[in-house]
């Protein structure tokens, strides 16, 4: 794998993530990347990827950082509140999300004046780990349309899988060995052309965030070797909680609080 020399300033929170993300992956699982040279190299751009785990962030920001970019997440508020964590996001530039609420706003623009100054942002479009039973893409959220439509900027998915047997969704027991391998495959510039020219509408938002989760699908059907289901798992119509593990009962917070 060819490892592209960072663009931009680093700082110190980025240089603490550096030492202590790189041996904690490498560790934890062999990555293979494809197609990273299709991350650019310089400029604005958005990052789509899918999310099976909560280690997803850590394996797809060292691929990003191997590949010569410093990226900038669109994290859960929650990280930013926690006491070391929070001052290393916060100090590497990352972007809190109230989710679920009347602030986000902020976020979002956060995110656009990020892109206009040049930077990558990473966004998980389906706002959450995926609850379809297979851990395929579900149903994809707005928001990486919408800052594409008002920013202009490339949108690139990044497929990835392997890295849920490192550690399975909503779990907290890490599974290193015997030592597992993560693959990542970037595609190719999800093409939103024909949908930058003049206001934003519900329906281009609708048209882009269809073709966003079309292609981020099929960027891990490549990876898997499996076809993906026809209808894309929708959590509101399965009844499905959107945040938090779904698996988490009641009688299970009681059990934990005790």
């Not at 859960?76 to 999300?97: D, H, S, T």
């Not at 030592?179 to 934003?200: F, M, N, S, Y």
Request: proline share 8%; aromatic share 4%; hydrophobic share 40%.
């Amino acid at each position: 794998m060819t490892v592209r020399k960072v663009v931009g300033r680093k700082g110190t929170a980025v240089r603490v993530a550096e030492v202590l993300v790189k041996p904690t992956n490498r560790a934890l699982a062999r990555r293979v990347d494809i197609d990273g040279e299709k991350i650019p190299a310089i400029g604005g751009c958005i990052i789509v990827a899918n999310h099976v785990t909560k280690i997803d962030p850590l394996i797809v920001a060292h691929m990003i950082y191997d590949h010569g970019r410093i990226p900038r997440f669109l994290a859960k508020e929650a990280l930013f509140e926690l006491p070391v964590l929070g001052r290393i996001v916060r100090g590497a530039g990352q972007i809190p999300v109230p989710r679920l609420t009347d602030h986000a706003r902020g976020a979002y623009d956060a995110a656009v004046r990020a892109l206009h100054a040049g930077e990558l942002l990473v966004f998980y479009p389906e706002g959450s780990i995926t609850r379809d039973p297979n851990l395929w893409p579900m149903r994809g959220k707005s928001g990486a349309a919408r800052l594409a439509l008002e920013s202009g900027a490339p949108v690139i998915p990044v497929g990835h899988w392997g890295d849920q047997e490192v550690l399975a969704p909503y779990s907290s027991r890490l599974r290193p060995f015997p030592r597992k391998t993560v693959t990542l495959k970037v595609g190719d510039p999800i093409d939103l052309a024909d949908l930058l020219e003049g206001e934003i509408t519900p329906e281009k938002v609708a048209e882009a965030t269809a073709r966003i989760m079309a292609a981020l699908t099929q960027v891990v059907v490549d990876i898997r070797g499996e076809q993906a289901p026809v209808e894309r798992f929708d959590p509101k119509a399965a009844g499905v909680a959107e945040i938090g593990n779904p698996k988490k009962t009641k009688k299970n917070d009681k059990k934990g609080k005790a």
